[in-house]
């Protein structure tokens, strides 16, 4: 009964434990497959959230067809990019997957080998005992039996014996039956093991039927990530020939742009060149009116000169004959002569001469006429206008009459005093020397 009791508490374990692997295996795998269903969706979510990044075209100006054929390879580049980062996240979904049912397949096939181990040699043990029993059992028979020849050989001759004979039959026929019984009970238990054995045998042909199957499984899904890490190879492959065809386009169009700056600098440098040659124009028409005016300004001024010129030879005739004539009257009555002098910032003291280098004399009263030039603020390069100041020869008895130039009265009409004085302003002294003197 013992037997029985502890084979049964032990198949118990064994199939608790069995139905603990399974549900274990099975919540692993369900979770597993949870996590890779979120795992995927949160990949999806990401790469839908994922920002497509917008390439911009090399060249606005560039033409209809280039710019077209840059937007869609610029869109099949993003299209197999994409494609390729999907591939790679199922792709670790799917090598987590599998390493996951591979590990929770190993511990599930340990754990119930192992199992099934323990069993075995648990069964093999209490057949063990029960052919051990047995054995004890029908030693035990076949003492009763020839225990029972003695007796019945030994009936005839000791009658006497007889009751303790018989009852000593009894108690082995008592025996008898009671060891036929455990026989029974015996082969009965050791019925229900051997079923309990093929029961376990049949498991263990289940699971190895399941290993099988996950075996075939994960070769095909093997197969089925060769497959898709072979269209990786070919997408990537299709998108470096994208890339090489992009790479020639952009530089087509820079090529394109560089002739269109060239083309761009050329005319701004022909533009640069007639604005300049436009400016070099007006200058000489600037500095052609400039000499035309100066030229006419030279025009005037020279026959101004010529007017004055001869004006003065007018006066300079007038006054030789005056001179002649007073030569005349000095020879009758004492006149006396004078030296013109003078002297700017008190420098050396010069005296007026003729042009031919001889000093010229000044009789008494006569007129001498110093010309000025004047200061103009505008123009002081320029100035064409002088002013004439007159002066006479100091008589015998009166007044010498101013000393300085600027006291000189100015000849037909009084001299500006609105200009400004100049800063480098010479100061020019005039006086008159006998000429009888030494």
Request: charged share 35%; proline share 3%; glycine share 4%.
């Amino acid at each position: 009964m013992s037997l029985k009791a502890r084979s049964q508490s032990d198949l118990q374990q064994t199939g608790s434990s069995l139905d603990d692997g399974l549900s274990r295996s099975f919540s692993t795998s369900s979770s597993n497959l949870h996590k890779a269903g979120a795992d995927e969706v949160k990949g999806q979510s990401r790469s839908i959230r994922r920002p497509v990044r917008a390439v911009r075209p090399l060249s606005a100006a560039s033409a209809s067809g280039s710019f077209l054929q840059i937007n869609h390879l610029q869109g099949e580049l993003v299209r197999k990019r994409k494609e390729c980062e999907d591939l790679r996240k199922e792709n670790k979904h799917l090598s987590n997957e599998i390493h996951m049912e591979r590990i929770t397949m190993r511990t599930e096939n340990e754990l119930i080998m192992r199992n099934l181990r323990n069993l075995n040699q648990e069964l093999q043990a209490q057949i063990k005992e029960l052919k051990q029993k047995l054995y004890q059992s029908q030693q035990r028979a076949a003492l009763c039996s020839r225990a029972a020849g003695e007796a019945e050989e030994s009936r005839n001759e000791a009658e006497k014996s007889r009751v303790l004979t018989e009852a000593r039959a009894l108690a082995c026929q008592r025996d008898r039956e009671a060891s036929e019984a455990d026989r029974r009970h015996l082969s009965e238990e050791l019925q229900r093991l051997k079923d309990q054995h093929t029961k376990v045998q049949l498991s263990l042909t289940q699971t190895e039927k399941n290993c099988f199957e996950s075996r075939l499984k994960l070769e095909r899904i093997t197969g089925e990530k060769q497959a898709l890490l072979q269209e990786i190879r070919i997408l990537e492959g299709d998108r470096e020939e994208l890339r090489n065809q992009l790479r020639q386009v952009t530089q087509e169009n820079a090529q394109v742009k560089e002739s269109e700056i060239s083309s761009r600098r050329r005319a701004l440098v022909s533009e640069e060149d007639s604005q300049k040659a436009l400016q070099a124009q007006r200058e000489a028409d600037a500095e052609r009116r400039l000499a035309e005016r100066e030229r006419q300004e030279r025009t005037a001024e020279c026959l101004s000169w010529r007017q004055r010129y001869g004006e003065l030879a007018d006066r300079v005739r007038a006054q030789e004959d005056l001179r002649a004539l007073r030569q005349s009257k000095a020879c009758q009555a004492n006149i006396r002569s004078y030296f013109l002098c003078m002297t700017e910032s008190d420098q050396r003291v010069k005296i007026l001469k003729n042009p031919d280098g001889s000093a010229r004399n000044f009789t008494e009263g006569d007129p001498v006429y110093i010309s000025s030039p004047e200061s103009s603020t505008d123009e002081p390069d320029r100035s064409s206008s002088r002013t004439t100041l007159r002066v006479s020869a100091p008589h015998t008895g009166r007044d010498p009459g101013p000393s300085h130039f600027d006291e000189l009265p100015a000849f037909r009409g009084e001299r500006p005093d609105s200009a400004p004085p100049c800063r480098s302003r010479k100061v020019v002294e005039y006086f008159w020397i006998p000429a009888d003197q030494e």
